[in-house]
């Protein structure tokens, strides 16, 4: 059973910088790609970011320039770093994995970090 465990949401004031990180079960290569969801009080969820195995990455047009997603494949954990943050960027922020098997598609799921950022 893939596990994700994110951390490292918290209450920062505007301009500041957090961190999250998302830690998987196994290795994060037996995903196709890997994300970051948010999703604010009475708003529906939207991607801020992705990265494929590949390496290749996505972003929300809002957090360009801003937000940053990496990962180490060595410790099975993918990171979104966010600077300048802005108190729109709150939200309740979701690590999630896919893995396409066939024609079979799977999404996994953490159980999401609070972000609050204060103006």
């Known amino acids: 059973q893939v596990q994700l465990v994110e951390s490292g949401g918290g209450l920062v004031q505007a301009g500041g910088s957090l961190r999250l990180s998302c830690a998987a079960s196994g290795s994060i290569f037996s995903f196709n790609d890997m994300g970051w969801y948010r999703q604010a009080p009475g708003k529906h969820g939207e991607l801020v970011a992705a990265?494929?195995?590949?390496?290749?990455?996505n972003y929300l047009d809002s957090v360009k320039g801003r937000f940053t997603i990496s990962r180490d494949i060595a410790k099975n954990t993918v990171y979104l770093q966010m600077n300048s943050l802005k108190p729109e960027d709150t939200a309740v922020y979701y690590c999630?994995?896919?893995?396409?098997?066939?024609?079979?598609?799977?999404?996994?799921w953490g159980q999401g970090t609070q972000v609050t950022v204060s103006s």
């Open positions: 990265i494929t195995s590949g390496g290749s990455t």
């Open positions: 999630k994995a896919k893995k396409v098997i066939g024609t079979s598609v799977r999404d996994y």
